[in-house]
């Protein structure tokens, strides 16, 4: 009976361990067109904010290795799911998402919502398309300035894909057939985040996230060009890559670096699409450095 209530006990205490937002606060933004956008943050509201954008067919987790460090000792940790993902809203509308409009002034409400100063505002993989889609529409929006990651910012220096023949397995979440959806989701995530060292946990919430994502939005996102000439925010502006990203590879570096001639670029040696996750450590320094204020 005893070593009965001591595995009770001790499974108890491990289900109530502290996760990385269980001392966080959770918001309701009301972004453009009326769309409810779920706001997670964490940390002293009056110290220098960071504002995190996600990638597509991911959420807020993505920021778990920022919000469980001593980041927000430092800084107001923000982060928020984008619309049609996590627990945001999903509208139906190809107008929802097929522009740059809605995208930027979601990343403007909740700035303005939650009463940010000039907030670091880091973009990754296609929330880097979002933070620029913020920057070029909504100039006025005071921000300290952009982390961009894994990211070509939605410009030509990542060129789009070839068509795919008839016969290839579609897009992670553009088919209605869930049954095609999950293993595509998987193939996906096994691509995109190679290292080991990710924790098996977060690939399966990467994986649950990328569910989430309904056909409609990955097909109104597809029909957006990428840009020639993009729009150069006046802020600092910096880009934080993996040296094996299978994405951002060497070449797009290049490209962009044409593109944003004023811009910094950071290389994470032996990282991929992730640099975040796969050496937090050292993005969390670069964080630091750029607005948390360092150690």
Request: glycine share 8%; hydrophobic share 45%; net charge neutral.
């Given at each position: 009976?005893?070593?009965?209530?001591?595995?009770?006990?001790?499974?108890?205490?491990?289900?109530?361990?502290?996760?990385?937002?269980?001392?966080?606060?959770?918001?309701?933004?009301?972004?453009?067109?009326?769309?409810?956008?779920?706001?997670?943050?964490?940390?002293?509201?009056?110290?220098?904010?960071?504002?995190?954008?996600h990638g597509?067919?991911?959420?807020?987790?993505?920021?778990?290795?920022?919000?469980?460090?001593?980041?927000?000792?430092?800084?107001?940790?923000?982060?928020?799911?984008?619309?049609?993902?996590?627990?945001?809203?999903?509208?139906?509308?190809?107008?929802?998402?097929?522009?740059?409009?809605?995208?930027?002034?979601?990343?403007?409400?909740?700035?303005?919502?939650?009463?940010?100063?000039?907030?670091?505002?880091?973009?990754?993989?296609?929330?880097?398309?979002?933070?620029?889609?913020?920057?070029?529409?909504?100039?006025?929006?005071?921000?300290?300035?952009?982390?961009?990651?894994?990211?070509?910012?939605?410009?030509?220096?990542?060129p789009a894909?070839?068509?795919?023949?008839?016969?290839?397995?579609?897009?992670?979440?553009?088919?209605?057939?869930?049954?095609?959806?999950?293993?595509?989701?998987?193939?996906?995530?096994?691509?995109?985040?190679?290292?080991?060292?990710?924790?098996?946990?977060?690939?399966?919430?990467?994986?649950?996230?990328?569910?989430?994502?309904?056909?409609?939005?990955?097909?109104?996102?597809?029909?957006?060009?990428?840009?020639?000439?993009?729009?150069?925010?006046?802020?600092?502006?910096?880009?934080?890559?993996?040296?094996?990203?299978?994405?951002?590879?060497?070449p797009v570096?290049?490209?962009?670096?044409?593109?944003?001639?004023?811009?910094?670029?950071?290389?994470?040696?032996?990282?991929?699409?992730?640099?975040?996750?796969?050496?937090?450590?050292?993005?969390?320094?670069?964080?630091?450095?750029?607005?948390?204020?360092?150690?």
């Amino acid at each position: 009976m005893k070593t009965t209530l001591l595995v009770l006990a001790l499974a108890t205490g491990a289900a109530q361990a502290a996760g990385p937002f269980d001392a966080a606060r959770f918001s309701t933004v009301t972004g453009a067109g009326g769309v409810p956008l779920n706001v997670v943050e964490l940390g002293d509201p009056a110290k220098p904010a960071v504002l995190f954008l996600h990638g597509f067919r991911q959420s807020f987790l993505s920021w778990t290795a920022q919000f469980a460090s001593d980041l927000p000792q430092r800084c107001r940790l923000v982060a928020f799911d984008l619309r049609g993902h996590g627990n945001s809203g999903h509208p139906w509308q190809a107008e929802a998402y097929d522009s740059a409009q809605p995208w930027g002034e979601d990343v403007a409400r909740v700035i303005a919502a939650l009463a940010l100063k000039k907030p670091l505002v880091v973009g990754w993989s296609f929330g880097g398309n979002v933070a620029m889609d913020f920057a070029a529409t909504q100039p006025q929006v005071p921000v300290a300035g952009y982390l961009l990651v894994g990211t070509a910012a939605g410009t030509t220096a990542a060129p789009a894909p070839p068509p795919a023949p008839a016969s290839a397995p579609p897009r992670p979440t553009a088919s209605p057939d869930l049954t095609l959806n999950i293993p595509a989701v998987q193939g996906s995530t096994d691509f995109l985040f190679k290292r080991p060292g990710i924790a098996p946990e977060l690939r399966t919430q990467f994986a649950a996230a990328a569910m989430r994502v309904g056909p409609w939005v990955e097909q109104s996102v597809a029909k957006r060009p990428r840009i020639e000439q993009p729009f150069v925010p006046a802020q600092p502006l910096t880009f934080a890559t993996g040296e094996q990203d299978p994405l951002v590879t060497a070449p797009v570096v290049a490209k962009l670096k044409a593109l944003f001639p004023s811009a910094r670029f950071v290389g994470f040696p032996g990282v991929g699409h992730a640099p975040f996750l796969e050496d937090a450590a050292r993005f969390n320094a670069l964080l630091d450095e750029l607005h948390c204020g360092g150690r």
